[in-house]
């Protein structure tokens, strides 16, 4: 089982780094590593569970989170969300994006960043993905919302990108062209 104590924090040089494809069909460790990521998220947002093991909400987690540089990682909302998706990706890709941005109003965080970082994170509105599930079975499907943008944020883990590399130095809350804001409360 995932704890806090597995996931790796911001300098620490894993998060910086390219992670590598895994191999179809999945080995069962890697098998193992996709359930495991997305038993923490879910756990992670059942408040009985959370408090008991002490775990920080997250809609997702991307194995380099706990020091496995591998391109795989899950998401998970749950149905009082609003949002339908619990998912793992083994090697995503985005295939096609649309032109217009969305970012979420409240910002972003990560469970690798233990302080707040406040600005607009800039992504794409709408993209299509593609991957492979745990079965080896390839997916394509299109996201756009708040999946699209938490989609976004796990694929950078595995490219060595954290949020705050997108926002505005100068002025993090600065006006972002051609984008759709999201307001949610807030979403870890
Ligand atoms: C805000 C938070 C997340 C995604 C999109 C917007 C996920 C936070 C948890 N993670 O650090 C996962 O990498
Ligand atoms: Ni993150």
Request: proline share 5%; hydrophobic share 40%.
């Amino acid at each position: 089982m995932i704890l806090m104590k597995d996931i790796i924090r911001e300098g620490h040089p894993t998060l910086r780094q390219k992670a590598q494809e895994l191999q179809i069909p999945l080995s069962a460790d890697d098998r193992k590593l996709g359930e495991e990521l997305l038993q923490y998220v879910k756990n992670s947002q059942d408040d009985e569970l959370m408090e008991k093991y002490d775990l920080r909400p997250g809609v997702g987690i991307a194995a380099p989170q706990i020091n496995v540089s591998k391109r795989i990682f899950a998401l998970h909302f749950d149905e009082q969300s609003g949002e339908n998706l619990s998912l793992v990706a083994v090697n995503p890709k985005i295939v096609s994006h649309s032109v217009e941005k969305a970012y979420l109003s409240s910002g972003e965080g990560c469970l690798s960043v233990d302080r707040s970082v406040p600005g607009y994170v800039p992504r794409y509105a709408r993209i299509t993905v593609k991957g492979f599930d745990l079965d080896g079975k390839e997916f394509k499907m299109r996201l756009k919302g708040l999946p699209a943008i938490a989609f976004q944020h796990e694929l950078d883990h595995l490219n060595g990108i954290m949020f705050y590399d997108h926002i505005n130095p100068k002025d993090p809350f600065h006006e972002v062209e051609n984008a759709v804001a999201i307001d949610r409360v807030t979403v870890e």
